[in-house]
């Protein structure tokens, strides 16, 4: 009888921790399942993601919520020299317009400095499926990358902020948008 008392207290304890997990309840519209998420701790950001480690291939969702502006960039992007401190110089960033509210244009871009106007242009991932859509307030960007042999963590960040017509200006420089970036373990999930 103790046992199954101590079963039923770890089962529970088990789906507690994992229904409070906003992202394991996020589904897609074009009906994607990744095996991994993460509740990103700043910006109301959720990443989703299956990793193949050997070919390198990152399938990734990246969701902003709270986006109410009709206008508005969000964008995701790895730091290749795996820098934390000053994760935004050299980034290799999607990013995704949205203008009066409707569906986004997604692109890459490689940031060169802190004055970036997040210019198109290649990055140094090969990549394919790069889409993104908008629903209300929540806006997604879809890729699949391929990352350098014997990659198993990252030191990725992501942003918002607004446009000028449709150039991306400058994000806000609350502590918040200053510290979207962490190091995570593509393969447990963890940071
Ligand atoms: C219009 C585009 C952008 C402009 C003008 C811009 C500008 C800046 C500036 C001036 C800073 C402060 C640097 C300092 O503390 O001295 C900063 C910091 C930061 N930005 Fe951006 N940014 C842009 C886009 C992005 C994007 C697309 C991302 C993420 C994908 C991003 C992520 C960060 C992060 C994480 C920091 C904290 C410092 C760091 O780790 O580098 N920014 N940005």
Redesign the pocket.
């Known amino acids: 009888m103790a046992r199954l008392v101590l079963a039923m207290c770890a089962l529970s304890s088990l789906l507690l921790t994992t229904s409070a997990q906003t992202c394991k309840n996020q589904t897609f519209t074009n009906n994607k399942v990744f095996t991994s998420c993460r509740d990103l701790p700043h910006l109301t950001s959720y990443l989703h993601w299956t990793y193949e480690e050997s070919t390198g291939k990152l399938e990734m969702a990246f969701r902003h919520g709270g986006i109410n502006a009709t206008d508005r960039w969000v964008?995701?992007?790895i730091n290749p020299n795996n820098n934390l401190?000053?994760?935004?110089?050299g980034?290799q960033?999607l990013?995704a317009i949205s203008q009066s509210g409707g569906a986004p244009r997604v692109y890459t871009s490689s940031?060169a400095g802190?004055?970036?106007?997040?210019a198109e242009g290649n990055i140094s991932y090969a990549n394919s499926g790069l889409t993104g859509t908008r629903q209300d307030s929540e806006i997604t960007i879809y890729a699949t990358l391929t990352l350098p042999n014997g990659t198993t963590t990252l030191v990725h960040?992501?942003?918002d902020?607004p446009l000028s017509a449709s150039t991306?200006?400058?994000?806000s420089?609350a502590t918040s948008?200053?510290q979207?970036?962490e190091t995570l373990d593509l393969l447990s999930g963890s940071r």
């Open positions: 964008a995701w992007g401190n000053s994760a935004m110089v980034a960033a990013v940031i802190y004055s970036t106007q997040l960040l992501w942003q902020g991306p200006q400058p994000h420089m948008n200053l979207a970036k």
